[in-house]
């Protein structure tokens, strides 16, 4: 590398890390392109990482990039563990754990900056963004069920659960194993009032930690519905020709994927650069497609937000587990 490049490089990375802004992200990313590899961590559906990339690659040809992919809890061990093991393998890391973030936070793993500091950003609502951490894709959650099982009138409401005709045919993801699982029920509970789960837990559903797996039984016609479920993890079961469909019924929430950069890490500009391209129109219809909300308005081709969505506000949680878990009749 020239003394020009390295000039180049320290200045962007100065700036970012003093919270100057640059005139143009091109600074920013021609200094990227004499960074080593990229690395991104991502816990977004496979289908839309790889969309993204291609996206990305097509516009900074110069810049090499990897992603490497993980559900978010088995992400954040991995990362954790890492940066508690001294090494920083992850540039950039996008997961959907609110937790990990502020424990990362707290524990100066990422880079703190303003909104401002990357041009993309500007459009974001606040709602979405702080200090550093934005929402990058909202997975909305919802159920699933087999078309074939539910007879003539399938269900549209979370009412509609609690048919007899679906007692003993429900997997039902245990909250305790997903944050946003918890915050769902919890929205239900104020929603619908505690007789809801009283009349679920009644229905006899089977218990799991993920319903990523069930999502198999539900095509297979094993069982009725899932709940809750992910358009993600249903659509390509469903082109293939599973007779599945999703419905999120007033009122839902989701799975908030966020974006970081890790503090101290080989290509910090390279990953300013994809951090920034992930919210141009063009990285929104990649890492969202069809099945994902786009936190930024009006970005074609991606899935719409319901007008009955709430905050999950993950982290106040903690004080409503025990509520939840009693309503539901778990052990």
Do not use: H
Not at 33 to 52: G, T, V
Request: aromatic letters at 10%; charged letters at 20%.
């Amino acid at each position: 590398m020239g003394l020009k490049s390295r000039l180049m490089l320290a200045i962007a990375a100065s700036c970012f890390a003093s919270g100057a802004a640059f005139a143009s992200i091109d600074e920013i990313c021609a200094a990227g392109a004499s960074e080593p590899k990229l690395i991104w961590y991502s816990s977004q559906d496979p289908s839309r990482n790889d969309a993204a990339l291609a996206a990305f690659r097509k516009a900074y040809p110069k810049i090499t990039i990897e992603a490497f992919r993980l559900a978010t809890g088995q992400l954040a061990i991995r990362y954790a563990s890492e940066r508690q093991a001294g090494v920083i393998n992850a540039d950039i890391i996008s997961l959907a754990d609110p937790n990990f973030i502020a424990d990362g936070f707290g524990k100066d793993w990422f880079v703190q900056f303003a909104k401002t500091d990357l041009p993309a950003l500007a459009a974001l609502d606040d709602r979405w963004f702080q200090k550093g951490s934005a929402t990058t894709s909202i997975s909305v959650l919802g159920y699933g069920y087999n078309s074939q099982m539910v007879g003539a009138k399938p269900p549209a409401t979370w009412n509609d659960l609690l048919r007899p005709e679906y007692a003993g045919k429900i997997i039902l993801g245990d909250p305790r194993a997903v944050p946003s699982y918890m915050a769902l029920f919890r929205i239900l509970k104020e929603e619908l009032g505690e007789e809801f789960f009283t009349k679920l837990a009644a229905q006899k559903p089977v218990l799991v930690p993920s319903v990523v797996p069930a999502t198999q039984q539900l095509a297979a016609g094993e069982v009725a519905i899932v709940v809750p479920s992910v358009l993600t993890t249903l659509r390509l079961l469903k082109l293939e020709g599973a007779p599945i469909e999703f419905v999120a019924p007033s009122p839902t929430t989701g799975n908030e994927f966020e974006t970081v950069l890790s503090k101290g890490a080989d290509s910090p500009n390279a990953a300013k650069c994809l951090y920034n391209f992930l919210f141009t129109e063009a990285g929104q219809k990649a890492y969202n497609g069809p099945t994902s909300v786009s936190p930024l308005a009006n970005i074609p081709d991606t899935a719409p937000m319901p007008a009955t969505y709430i905050n999950p506000r993950i982290l106040e949680l903690p004080q409503y587990k025990d509520q939840i878990v009693k309503a539901l009749g778990l052990k």
